[in-house]
C-alpha cells in the first residue's frame, strides 16, 4: 500500500498444458474508495493495469524464424 492508500496489485499464475507453460501476469493501481466493503474490485476500477501472457516451450520455439532468414529479411533482396 503507498503513502496515499492505492492499492498496488501483482498476480502470478502458471498452467503447465502438454508440456507448455504459459505464464499470465497482472500488475495494476486501485484506490481505496474503488475497493467495496466485501475487498473486491471491478478490473474497469484498475489503473496502470497491465496484463502479460507468455508460452515456453516447444511450440513457441518452433515457430521462430532462423538468425539467416531474420538478416535477409532485415537486409532485404538485392
Known amino acids: 500500500i503507498l503513502p496515499n ?3 498496488v496489485l501483482e498476480a ?3 498452467i503447465l498444458d502438454n508440456k507448455d507453460l504459459w505464464e499470465y501476469t497482472l500488475t495494476g493501481k486501485i484506490r481505496p474508495q474503488d475497493i467495496s466493503p ?3 474490485a471491478l478490473s474497469e476500477r484498475v489503473a496502470d ?3 502479460s501472457k507468455v508460452q515456453h516451450g516447444k511450440l513457441p520455439d518452433s ?3 532462423a538468425w539467416f532468414i531474420r538478416l535477409y529479411d ?3 533482396p538485392f
Open 5 to 7: 492508500g492505492v492499492l
Open 74 to 76: 532485415w537486409i532485404g
Open 38 to 40: 466485501d475487498n473486491s
Open 63 to 65: 515457430t521462430k524464424r
Open 12 to 14: 502470478r499464475k502458471s
Open 49 to 51: 493495469l497491465h496484463i
